[in-house]
């Protein structure tokens, strides 16, 4: 597996991180910057669920080794942290973005 460019899992943070908050940071690390790119904030739980793909039924992100589940307004929450480090990182790890 070919490691992101992106290091959003260990940007500081004022949230207290467990090993599921982590992981999540580093779930979006993964993400693609294009995919990232489409996501709206004004969408509804279940576009953002649907968007994402990897939501089980129970409205809980599908993610290895957690402690807990991360449901939609926790990842809305960091993923809104995420959009933000990269809008600040972008051009220095994709200079021709």
């Known amino acids: 597996m070919e490691q992101p460019i992106w290091n959003f899992e ?5 949230d207290p ?4 908050g982590i992981n999540l940071r580093a779930y979006f ?7 990232l790119r489409q996501y709206d904030p004004t969408w509804s739980d ?3 669920m649907e968007w994402d ?15 807990r589940d991360v449901d939609v307004e926790e ?3 960091v993923l809104a942290q995420c959009i933000s480090y990269r809008d600040r990182v972008r051009d220095q790890l994709l200079p021709t973005a």
């Open 75 to 77: 990842y809305r929450r």
């Open 46 to 48: 279940e576009q953002v």
């Open 53 to 67: 793909g990897n939501f089980k039924d129970d409205g809980s992100l599908m993610m290895f080794c957690c402690e």
């Open 17 to 20: 991180l467990d090993e599921t």
């Open 29 to 35: 690390d993964r993400v693609a910057d294009a995919k």
């Open 10 to 14: 260990q940007e500081p943070t004022n």
